[in-house]
């Protein structure tokens, strides 16, 4: 338990708080929330950190493996479904903060518990469901916008994995300054690195290139992410070339029927893969064989794909926008977000292999400032706060 006893020789010490991390939220393809809990836990664990986590049933031998010296309690069946789990955050959670002897309760996905009974850090992702909240379905929009509000309300601490979106926070709620908490996200440098040839080949093949040049995206196809601009951006810059580099799509397909829309307008000579879910291990050698890595998000919280591909040597194209420069900075490219800026900054990358080689050097170099042991140091910190605020 948190709090304050003596040695001794009559020192106070502080112990640390013991937390429960609520895992439940992460969907089976894992995505960027998955990494994001995983590489967090998996750094609190390392750390030595009193920890307990939350999570699927699907997830349990996952999360026994994954942190073996912390505690893992599984969720009832019923909340691989939404609804059931959304009720479950309400009635259910609180009782196993409860029977862990939590001091401090994190909620990692934008809602929380009305009733925890303990103090509750909740990170707060981004605020695009206020700031483009066309971006987002209705449903879905008028549910996180709802749940941001009152987790800014009424959590004990909020982190935040940009001060983008901290002052987001405070701009668009007039959220309390002081108690928000800046955690930049981490990346997994085991998994993401610069890929060897075979790994280059295999991912290759399995998309159908066959050596063939690529473009390369992930992320969810869907409107904030601007892949419908980029359709067009990239199109339009490869269109003439003797020998066009594909596009490569990867990730889930979201809420987005313009996406649709600009597929179908690419021209039959040009070749646009839409692979899906790509398996974790897949990623280096995806990231690390394109000629650019294109980011062109409206509005990211951090942008983890971008980081995760600067990490595997990719030169990235992205924009100036929200966080994305905090985690860019000079070793990305930039570009406005509409389809003839993509296409100009994308058309002089593919015709400067010199810089591509550049940024890519710079990138890897800058992604290595990045950790999940410092995310979690910086978490722990938000927790000792939490615990120490209810103490006081």
């Known amino acids: 338990m948190s709090g304050e006893r003596a040695d001794q020789k009559g020192a106070v010490l502080v112990v640390a708080p013991r937390v429960l991390v609520d895992a439940t939220a ?32 699907a997830d349990e031998e996952r999360y026994g493996r994954l942190i073996p010296n912390a505690t893992v309690v599984a969720g009832p069946p019923a909340i691989a479904h939404r609804p059931a789990r959304l009720a479950w955050e309400q009635s259910g959670l609180p009782l196993v903060a409860q029977q862990v002897g939590a001091d401090v309760l994190h909620s990692p996905h934008y809602s929380m518990p009305l009733r925890p009974g303990k103090p ?70 085991s998994l993401f690195h610069r890929p060897d040839a075979h790994q280059l080949r295999q991912v290759s093949d399995r998309l159908g290139l066959h050596g063939h040049a690529y473009v390369a995206y992930l992320g969810t196809l869907e409107p904030r992410k601007n892949v419908p601009a980029l ?13 066009p580099p594909a596009l490569v799509l990867a990730g889930g ?21 839409r692979p899906g879910y790509l398996h ?25 794909p971008a980081l995760e591909a600067m990490a595997c040597g990719a030169p990235v194209l992205t924009t100036h926008r929200t966080a994305l420069p905090e985690v860019g900075g000079d070793a990305v490219a930039y570009t406005e977000p509409d389809a003839e800026s993509i296409r100009a900054a994308l058309r002089a990358l593919l015709e400067d292999p010199a810089r591509r080689t550049a940024l890519g050097e710079a990138g890897h170099t800058r992604a290595t400032e990045f950790s999940w042991a410092a995310s979690a140091e910086a978490h722990m910190i938000s927790y000792e706060r939490a615990a120490g605020q209810a103490a006081g």
């Open 26 to 57: 992460v969907p089976a393809d894992r995505g960027a929330l998955g990494r994001y809990v995983d590489g967090l836990v998996s750094a609190l664990d390392t750390a030595g950190a009193d920890l307990a986590v939350a999570c699927q049933r």
């Open 120 to 189: 509750v850090v909740v990170t707060v992702h981004d605020l695009t469901f206020y700031t483009e909240p066309d971006a987002h379905s209705p449903v879905t929009a008028a549910y996180y916008k709802a749940a941001i509000r009152t987790s800014a309300r009424q959590a004990t601490r909020l982190i935040v994995p940009s001060k983008a979106t901290r002052d987001e926070l405070v701009r668009v709620l007039a959220a309390d300054s002081t108690k928000i908490d800046v955690a930049y996200h981490g990346v997994d440098h």
């Open 231 to 243: 359709i067009a951006g990239w199109s339009a810059a490869v269109t003439d070339l003797a020998d």
């Open 253 to 273: 397909s979201g809420w987005s029927e313009e996406v649709d829309q600009a597929v179908a307008e690419v021209p039959a000579h040009l070749h646009l893969v």
């Open 280 to 304: 974790f291990n897949d990623l280096p050698g995806f990231f690390g064989g394109a000629l650019v890595v294109a980011f062109p998000s409206t509005g990211e919280g951090f942008g983890l």
